[in-house]
């Protein structure tokens, strides 16, 4: 899985729209323009997987274009452009279809081998480019004709896409060490839903990459909340789900709702009273604040999944003074 980076900031000024021109030209058959007397700035992140790329993009005001020239690379690819968020905004022009303006949380799909065009206004407008290899994608989808006509809802499926997109473009490393081959699959089974899936996909991409991304969610709500009280009804409620599902969800990862919320909250405390750069603190103060109101309790569940005290533990880094 490859990734590369590019920035603007790299050059002088005088050179920033070549250099620009250069990349998007070798690495995406893309011609750039900026508006006269401009200094461009460009920032780009990609991530390559099988038959996937991924670019995350903040540009300023510029004209981006794949051409006549340009598509006849013979790249037929089925891409989302999405905004996912930010100040700025962006104008799609496609081949023979109206132009869309593109809003924060709203895609369009483009085909590669038809002309096209993309505007961005702004001093820094964040867009996110993810195109899929057509023999991969295009079987999975219904209708295709219709889906470069209108810009996609801000959908389930589309914002999951676009939250394991920017995490794949963060840094060369996969997020949690996740296969390349199962982070493919979780990308078209997003995709497919996000685009209009055929029974058959949709009831696969159901099972598959959509419960994934949800569980995903589920746990990174669960860490930002560990210390607070937290309760399966109300994240049922945040996430749209209901209390079953997400036990089913961690049925399947052999753990349950419980036993996960438990273990965060002792690695927090674990850290708590381990981490030699932190003050010490009371034992009992660090488990109110890592989510624990009873202190006997949380003795007996950190020495039960640590094997010492939470005495002990803080010994072995603030050992006593003879």
Not at 3 to 25: V, W
Not at 80 to 109: D, M, N
Not at 177 to 202: F, I, K, V
């Amino acid at each position: 899985m490859a990734f590369f980076s590019f920035s603007t900031e790299d050059y002088a000024p005088s050179e920033r729209l070549e250099a620009a021109q250069d990349i998007y030209s070798a690495m995406a058959q893309v011609q750039l323009d900026a508006p006269r007397k401009q200094v461009p700035h460009v920032e780009t992140r990609i991530k390559l997987l099988p038959g996937i790329s991924i670019a995350r993009v903040t540009a300023s005001s510029l004209h981006a274009a794949r051409e006549t020239p340009q598509v006849a690379d013979g790249n037929d690819d089925i891409t989302l452009l999405i905004h996912p968020g930010g100040p700025g905004g962006w104008l799609s022009h496609l081949q023979a279809h109206e132009s869309l303006a593109c809003t924060p949380g709203r895609a369009r799909v483009v085909y590669n081998h038809q002309s096209g065009s993309v505007d961005f206004h702004g001093e820094r407008v964040n867009f996110l480019s993810v195109a899929f290899s057509r023999a991969q994608l295009a079987p999975l989808l219904g209708d295709m004709d219709r889906l470069p006509k209108n810009l996609l809802s801000p959908g389930e499926p589309l914002k999951h896409l676009t939250q394991l997109s920017l995490a794949l473009t963060k840094q060369p490393e996969t997020p949690d060490n996740q296969p390349t081959s199962q982070l493919t699959r979780q990308l078209l089974d997003l995709a497919c839903l996000a685009l209009g899936a055929t029974p058959e996909a949709s009831e696969h991409a159901l099972r598959g990459g959509l419960r994934e991304a949800r569980l995903k969610a589920i746990k990174a709500d669960i860490n930002v909340h560990a210390r607070s009280a937290i309760t399966l009804e109300a994240l049922a409620k945040r996430h749209s789900v209901s209390p079953s599902y997400i036990r089913a969800l961690f049925h399947h990862e052999g753990t349950s709702f419980t036993d996960y919320l438990v273990e965060q909250r002792l690695q927090r405390a674990f850290s708590a009273l381990t981490s030699p750069q932190a003050a010490p603190r009371s034992v009992s103060d660090i488990a109110l604040h890592s989510g624990f109101n009873h202190l006997s309790w949380f003795y007996r569940a950190f020495k039960q999944r640590f094997g010492v005290t939470p005495g002990e533990a803080r010994a072995l880094i603030f050992p006593s003074p003879p």
